[in-house]
């Protein structure tokens, strides 16, 4: 198994521009989140899906998107990019279960913008 | 809603000795805390849990304690290796009566531990 993995690593935006981050799970998790890195600051919780087709939002859910198509797929759209968006971005997932909520974290999406 | 406070934010030991990490949540109707550790460029892995039903437990040379009534609960790290070097976080999940469980982690601010060899 591959786990979670992200894509792109790096991406350098300029004000104004918009990109997707992508974030894919072959665990056939059902929860999956996004979550993002400042310093010094935690992680703070964008967006969850407990499934396909549900999603809700997280503590700072303000400029972001997403959308849950698939079991696999979690993507999270950026429209018009702003400095304070400048993060590290986690996207994680986790099986439903009474006995079980590890979330399993993918290795993150470094965004600057400029 | 809830909000995890996570002290120290930077914690210095000599190697062999143990660390300590505590942590405060807010919200009563928490009823799960995992504690993560993250290695530099890397996303953050599972450690340790406890659940609100249990005070403490134990895993060779981790372990976390949790004081319900109090609303706190630590990690304890116990001869210290510098491989242990890294940012540790806590984080509650909250629930409520009525709900269905999202996994959801309100994480703590982190604590960066540095072992010296």
């Known amino acids: 198994n591959a786990g979670v993995t992200q894509t792109p690593k790096f991406r350098i935006l300029k004000i104004g521009q918009s990109m997707t981050l992508q974030c894919t799970q072959d665990?056939?998790?059902?929860?999956m989140y996004w979550y993002r890195q400042d310093p010094g600051m935690g992680l703070k919780l964008i967006y969850y899906?407990?499934?396909?087709?549900?999603?809700d939002k997280g503590e700072v859910p303000n400029g972001y998107n997403v959308s849950r198509s698939t079991t696999e797929d979690f993507p999270l759209r950026l429209e018009l990019a702003a400095p304070s968006q400048t993060s590290v971005y986690f996207c994680?997932?986790?099986?439903?279960?009474?006995?079980?909520?590890?979330?399993?974290f993918g290795p993150g999406t470094r965004l600057t913008v400029t | 809603g809830e909000n995890v406070e996570q002290h120290p934010s930077t914690l210095s030991v000599q190697e062999g000795d143990s660390a300590v990490i505590k942590c405060t949540y807010s919200?009563?109707?928490?009823?799960?805390f995992p504690w993560y550790k993250q290695e530099l460029g890397k996303g953050p892995q599972l450690i340790i849990d406890?659940?609100?039903?249990?005070g403490e437990k134990k895993d060779q040379r981790i372990a976390v304690t949790l004081n319900k009534t109090a609303k706190h609960f630590s990690l304890h790290i116990t001869e210290t290796q510098p491989e242990d070097s890294a940012v540790y976080f806590c984080?509650?999940?909250?629930?409520?009566?009525?709900?269905?469980?999202?996994?959801?982690?309100?994480f703590g601010q982190g604590t960066t531990l540095q072992v010296k060899p």
């Open positions: 994680a997932s986790s099986y439903s279960s009474g006995n079980s909520y590890e979330q399993y």
């Open positions: 665990m056939n998790h059902n929860y």
């Open positions: 899906s407990v499934g396909a087709g549900i999603t």
């Open positions: 919200d009563s109707a928490s009823n799960y």
């Open positions: 406890i659940r609100s039903n249990v």
């Open positions: 984080a509650a999940s909250p629930t409520h009566r009525g709900s269905s469980n999202t996994g959801k982690l309100i």
